[in-house]
């Protein structure tokens, strides 16, 4: 089986400081870890993938995170926040066997930028 | 043009009653999904399609009961709606059964009173 655990429900930081949001992940198989950020009454948009090859993955607005399979950690980084950065973020895993195909989502992380 | 599109937007319902959310992706994509975000914005996966047959089926109440008419079309119709039905639902498509990019509509609120 599969889960994600986002280790901070709200994060508030000011404006241009840098972020970051963290994601921990357990399974059996390989894994594939994606972030995804849902901005006040939208659906969720991807943000960012790690499939496979280099650990640091960049994404969308500024984004990247870094794969560290030795502490089981998918942590999303932005070294300057803006306050359109604002929403909730979702880290998720898909694994494969029996959970393959199948996106299981952590608690979310509100990112909250103040000016 | 809107991806992943879904009707209504809001829905307000009394128990027992039964009711349907339709959703619709131009993506070109075989693989849809229905998910649930609880009050707490806990999102988990209810169902899946790929070209109209039923991949994943989560334990999900039997009143909850997806139909694909065409791999764009993935609609979610409930039965007997209870109180803790209330929720976001969310349809999502991804090119294939790997689904390891997901593209969401914009939600369907649910209220049951």
């Known amino acids: 089986a599969q889960s994600v655990t986002q280790l901070d429900s709200q994060v508030p930081v000011f404006e241009e400081a840098p972020v970051e949001l963290r994601c921990n992940y357990s399974s059996s198989v390989s894994v594939y870890l994606f972030w995804y950020v849902q901005y006040p009454n939208q659906g969720l948009q991807l943000l960012l993938k790690y499939l496979s090859g280099s650990t640091l993955v960049k994404g969308i607005n500024g984004f990247e995170a870094e794969f560290n399979k030795s502490q089981t950690s998918f942590h999303l980084r932005k070294p300057s926040v803006h306050i359109s950065d604002t929403a909730e973020y979702f880290c998720a895993v898909s694994a494969g066997g029996t959970s393959y195909g199948k996106l299981t989502f952590g608690q979310g992380t509100i990112l909250t930028v103040h000016p | 043009d809107t991806a992943v599109s879904q009707t209504p937007k809001y829905l307000v319902t009394q128990m027992g009653n039964d009711k349907s959310i339709k959703c619709e992706q131009n993506?070109?994509?075989?693989?849809m999904y229905w998910y649930k975000q609880d009050s707490k914005k806990f999102l988990k996966i209810m169902f899946s399609y790929n070209n109209k047959e039923l991949i994943i089926n989560e334990t999900v109440p039997n009143r909850f009961s997806p139909k694909s008419p065409d791999k764009a079309h993935l609609n979610l119709h409930i039965n007997s709606l209870e109180l803790g039905d209330s929720a976001v639902y969310f349809c999502?498509?991804?090119?294939?059964?790997?689904?390891?990019?997901?593209?969401f509509g914009p939600g369907t609120r649910l209220t049951v009173t």
């Open positions: 999502a498509s991804s090119q294939d059964l790997a689904g390891y990019e997901q593209y």
């Open positions: 993506l070109g994509h075989d693989t």
